[in-house]
């Protein structure tokens, strides 16, 4: 079994919101990225956290259609 947790990890900041995009395994060495928005509230010492889970089976298909939408924002500025 593989080590639980997180094996690595990025952030990237911007305004009042920051992204981390976490890479981590299960108990069966399975890895997933895990994507999380934190932003401040009106209330200075409290967060909003939003998050989604990519499964490493699903990633390809996941970073298809996000080029996609990407390639959509692109051509329609």
Known sequence: MGQRGEVFSTRMVKNDRTYFFNVKENI?????LNIVESKGTMDSDKFIRQSIVIYQE?????LKELQKSL???KQNR
């Open 58 to 62: 699903d990633l390809g298909e996941f």
């Open 71 to 73: 390639d959509y924002i």
């Open 28 to 32: 069966y060495g399975d890895m997933f």
